[in-house]
């Protein structure tokens, strides 16, 4: 998996609209979040988070309210919106092959079974990002240690076996 700038910025537009959500301003909950207060508080260059608005809205996240008091607030609780739902949002398939998703990636020959690789690293990365939502994030409950042998950094995850594509189990 890759995490591209529009990827890593859309999450840190989404923390920082979440936390404005817990305050006490006009929105429902809390404060809208302005693209430019937003764009300054988490150095993204202000045209570039345009466009990831206006993802994020389309893709029924955010709401967009105009207006001099307008700004952004999420279109769900925080704990019902996902990295995964983020992160599809602005990038569409979590994994890619060569640019196309890894469901859609065939092999023949010796080797077929890379389809099967590339399909658990999909599951797997989409079992990290669709359990953790953004409240999870924001108050940092569950947190474990970025894991680095493999082993779940999810919150309340254990690690999986992965079946190996190869022969064993």
Do not use: C, N
């Not at 006490?24 to 430019?36: D, H, I, N, Y």
């Not at 399909?119 to 990002?129: C, E, N, Q, S």
């Not at 953790?132 to 779940?152: I, Q, Y």
């Amino acid at each position: 998996m890759y995490v591209s700038a529009r990827s890593d910025y859309a999450l840190r537009a989404m923390l920082a609209v979440a936390a404005a959500a817990r305050g006490s301003g006009p929105a429902p909950g809390g404060e809208l979040a302005k693209a430019a207060a937003l764009a300054e508080s988490q150095a993204i260059p202000l045209s570039f988070l345009q466009g990831i608005l206006l993802d994020l809205r389309r893709a029924g996240l955010l709401f967009s309210h105009r207006g001099t008091d307008g700004g952004y607030a999420l279109a769900r609780p925080a704990t019902e919106i996902s990295v995964g739902d983020v992160l599809r949002a602005v990038g569409g398939s979590l994994t890619s092959v060569r640019g196309l998703p890894a469901e859609v990636a065939g092999y023949h020959g010796v080797a077929a079974g890379l389809r099967d690789v590339w399909l658990a690293v999909d599951g797997a990365i989409a079992l990290v990002v669709d359990r953790t939502t953004l409240a999870d994030l924001l108050t940092g409950e569950g947190r474990e240690p970025a894991a680095r042998d493999g082993a779940a950094a999810t919150p309340g995850a254990a690690a999986a076996p992965v079946a190996d594509p190869v022969g064993g189990a």
